[in-house]
């Protein structure tokens, strides 16, 4: 009997295994219709593909965090991922890698399940929308250098506002690599340095299809977009164009070109605007000047009225000032004729000529005769001179004759 080489059952679907594992997986994207879509655990997502004629079957398998799309049974995607046989159950399956919808049926599904997922989180509130800076210094543009967005929005940017810095960050718009870049590129604008960071940026490209679009309805731009501690300006497609980065963005753009308009001003308007203030500041000051005029008018002719009534009641009070001195004056004259009457009375000088003399000893007047002893030396003033005696005797009044 022929001797056979066998394997094991689990032996063989390795190395069937391993032969698909050589088969690069980025060469091959599966396209067909999702059918029995389903979600277990909240973790675990399985789905079949199928051709349009249903004849084959594509079991599917991936993790809830893998697919960034929303999907439906009916929806048509490319899938793109690892083939692979289990050994427990002997299936051949597809580990999905990504899940991208194609067909505007398809597109339009996803977008519009997106949308409002994202909705109901918050995402598009308005409330949370932040103003943009007037005259911003640095501009994040965040677009395809080759495309006809990035020289559209530099041309009207450097024609209405000059001396502005843009950081341009070159993505792809569309394709399987533009969700990564675009992610990448706002994560790097937000990571520069508070000197070097912008202002605002600008998330930008032209018009096209919704499979064209598809990267600017991806749930990880999305999330990118509405995570940006920068204020950010949608301008994708034309005006009819509509995207998710739209509704969460900061300031929506019609176009390229009109972002540029939304970001900075014209500087011919603000020359026109400074003119106006300018002549609005002169009209200010002029209205002041007249208005500080009036002012030093009324309060001259207020100083004069008060000067004028002050000097009538100065003439009035030196008039009665006048005459009331005038007979205070006389009462002093009179007064002052009776008390030189009286002190004429009292003149020392007129009772010594009357015969009497005033004594003195030393500085003292002698008044009493117990200030005077024999040969005292006293001086004796008369109304005509004065000469010196000597004490010979002193009579007491007692002893003094009565005539």
């Not at 900061?250 to 970001?263: C, F, K, Y």
Request: charged share 25%; proline share 2%.
């Amino acid at each position: 009997m022929t001797e056979v080489n066998s394997v094991s059952v689990s032996e063989y679907l390795e190395l069937v295994n391993e032969t698909l594992r050589m088969i690069p997986s980025q060469d091959f994207v599966v396209e067909g219709e999702v059918s029995d879509f389903r979600i277990a655990q909240q973790k675990w997502i399985s789905f079949d593909l199928k051709d349009e004629e249903n004849k084959s079957v594509l079991k599917c398998f991936m993790t809830v965090w893998q697919l960034k799309v929303p999907l439906e049974d009916g929806m048509r995607v490319h899938v793109q991922g690892q083939p692979k046989v289990y050994e427990r159950f002997g299936s051949f399956k597809m580990n999905v890698q990504s899940v991208i919808p194609v067909g505007e049926g398809a597109l339009r599904r996803a977008y519009e399940l997106l949308k409002k997922k994202l909705e109901d989180e918050g995402l598009f509130d308005v409330s949370r929308k932040r103003g943009l800076v007037r005259f911003p210094e640095k501009i994040g543009l965040i677009t395809s250098r080759d495309a006809a967005a990035y020289g559209d929005f530099v041309r009207i940017l450097n024609n209405r506002w000059g001396g502005v810095s843009v950081i341009h960050t070159h993505v792809h718009v569309q394709g399987r690599e533009a969700v990564n870049d675009i992610v990448q590129a706002f994560q790097y604008l937000n990571l520069l340095s508070e000197s070097e960071r912008p202002d605002v940026i600008v998330l930008t490209r032209g018009g096209g299809g919704l499979e064209d679009l598809h990267a600017f309805n991806d749930e990880s731009v999305a999330r990118a977009l509405f995570q940006s501690k920068i204020p950010v300006v949608c301008g994708v497609g034309h005006e009819r164009d509509e995207s998710l980065c739209d509704f969460i963005a900061d300031v929506r753009a019609s176009t390229p070109s009109n972002a540029a308009e939304l970001i900075v001003p014209n500087r011919q308007d603000v020359l026109y605007e400074i003119e106006n203030m300018k002549s609005h500041m002169e009209d200010r000051v002029t209205d002041q000047i007249s208005a500080s005029y009036n002012i030093i008018e009324r309060a001259i002719s207020l100083v004069g009225y008060i000067l004028e009534r002050e000097k009538d009641r100065l003439g009035i009070l030196r008039s009665n000032l006048i005459q009331k001195n005038g007979n205070w004056l006389s009462a002093i004259g009179e007064n002052i004729n009776f008390f030189t009457k009286v002190l004429r009375q009292l003149d020392p000088k007129r009772v010594l000529a009357r015969g009497y003399g005033i004594i003195t000893k030393g500085a003292h007047i002698v008044k009493n005769m117990s200030d005077l002893e024999i040969d005292a030396q006293v001086g004796v003033q008369l109304a005509s001179g004065s000469f010196v005696a000597k004490v010979v005797s002193v009579k007491k009044k007692s002893q003094q004759k009565l005539i």
